[in-house]
């Protein structure tokens, strides 16, 4: 077998053998398979597709790559998000289903395309180590039913260089890379219970609702034939969820609803992601679970397992109490409403796409991020506006004219004039 060969089959979408595509895994995961070539086969992948069998392929292999978790705890849970903009839920549902007596094993990725990921907004919290053993990780479980560990060189290796090199080479919008990538970590940490968060809108690698709902349905196929109870929902990813994008602000912002300081569509978004999550693990119906849920954060109970895993994972948990611990953007630019407005949409992605030019996210390989940047909006759809009202504030420590990105931001607002002054309405 050769790289070329698989290559130019992709290219011309003729299917890959089960062996070809294990060959091909194997090789990239060991080095034998350069950059250059593995982008090549992704980018093809990305432009022509590749059938449900190859995508299940690709996934076993991916998930072959590295060691299966046997975790020796009785049962575990999953939950994984296909990427959104301000996504921070499983910083807020971990705690919550641990709170509710359920054991969270979660193994996530760093910021992808113009999405954010939960590796990275963790470890802006000062000293949050999430590179863990597996024994690190299962001791952690034991003790405080949450933790959160990065794609290693033990487990799902190949996910761990696939997708850095995806997120480098715009090849993160595919179906099946997406399936596979989440899928392979997911087997690969081997909860027996999964909830897959499926986004669609503008925000969301997938764009409508229909690409969304055929991405639950193959992962949902994969995760049930290998033997876990699996349930994905399709939710909507439209405007950022809550109101702060990027690393340190969303912590920020998962702390504050674990404090029971902010309601809205996050707090909400939570409690049925979480209810759905108890609910299949057989807390009870989803409405008895969403009570669990909510009953979780107002008693605090969520936000001491949020605290513990932050301190077992090496961080600072008085930032669970002082907010001001977390990493601030030394410089800050607020976009203004030009005239009274009714803000009638956002371009999501490009939200995200700013955000990352802020510093919040990777444009290289290796490349470094700023975890104070990102974006507080402060609007939402719907919404009226006086001119002079903030729309969003811009924030970064490594970034400081903040003309283009404001630009690009300002360009991602769909707005309808308001003829009358919004107050003589
Ligand atoms: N999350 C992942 O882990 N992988 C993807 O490809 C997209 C979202």
């Known amino acids: 077998m050769n790289a070329i060969d698989i290559i130019n089959k992709t290219k011309l979408s003729i299917p890959l053998s089960h062996e070809e595509i294990v060959w091909l895994v194997e090789g990239y995961t060991n080095g034998e398979i350069p950059d ?26 991916m998930r072959d790559s590295g060691g299966i978790m046997q ?20 910083l807020i549902i971990g ?40 024994e690190e990780f299962t001791e952690i479980l034991h003790k405080n039913g949450f933790a959160i560990m990065s794609q290693s060189g033990e487990i799902c290796p190949a996910d761990k260089k ?30 027996d219970c999964l909830l897959l968060d499926v986004k669609y809108g503008t925000g969301a690698f997938m764009k409508t609702k229909e690409e969304a709902e055929k991405l639950a349905a193959i992962m949902e196929r994969i995760g049930r034939s290998a033997g876990k109870q699996c349930r994905a929902v399709v939710t909507d990813m439209n405007e950022p969820l809550g109101c702060n994008v990027g690393n340190s602000l969303e912590v920020r912002e998962a702390l504050e609803v674990l404090r029971g300081e902010t309601r809205g569509e996050l707090y909400n978004v939570c409690i049925m992601l979480a209810s ?12 008895e ?44 630019y607020t976009i203004k409403a030009v005239c009274d407005m009714e803000i009638t949409g956002f371009n999501c992605e490009e ?28 609007c939402r759809i719907g919404e009226s506006l006086c001119a002079g009202d903030p ?13 283009e990105a404001a630009i690009r931001a300002l360009n991602a607002v769909s707005y309808i004039r308001h003829t009358q002054p919004k107050n003589d309405k």
């Open 95 to 134: 705690p919550i289903v641990a709170a509710c007596g359920v054991c969270m094993s979660k193994m996530s990725g760093r910021g992808l395309g113009h999405t954010g990921g939960t590796i990275d907004k963790l470890e802006s919290i000062p000293g949050l180590r999430t590179d863990l053993s597996v």
């Open 289 to 332: 679970c969403a009570e669990l849920a909510a009953e979780a954060i107002s008693s605090g109970k969520a936000l001491e397992v949020m605290r513990e895993m932050i301190k077992l994972q090496g961080g600072n948990p008085d930032v669970c109490d002082d907010l001001s611990l977390l990493p601030m953007p030394k410089f800050r």
């Open 391 to 403: 729309i969003m504030t811009l924030c970064s420590t490594v970034c400081s004219d903040f003309s």
């Open 276 to 287: 759905e999550l108890l609910a299949l693990a057989g807390k009870g119906t989803v409405s």
């Open 71 to 90: 975790l020796d705890i009785p049962y575990t849970v999953d939950k994984h998000s296909t990427g959104g903009v301000g996504d921070k839920t499983s």
């Open 36 to 61: 250059h070539q593995m982008s090549a086969w992704l980018m093809a992948v990305r432009l022509n597709g590749i059938t449900d069998e190859e995508t299940l392929a690709l996934t076993y292999a």
């Open 351 to 378: 939200i995200g796409q700013t955000a990352l030019m802020l510093g919040a996210g990777r444009t290289s390989l290796n490349g470094r991020i700023d975890a104070t940047a990102g974006i507080i909006m402060q």
């Open 162 to 191: 696939i997708y850095a090199l995806r997120n480098a080479t715009g090849t993160v919008d595919s179906i099946p890379l997406i399936c596979a990538s989440i899928m392979s970590k997911k087997l690969a940490t081997n909860a």
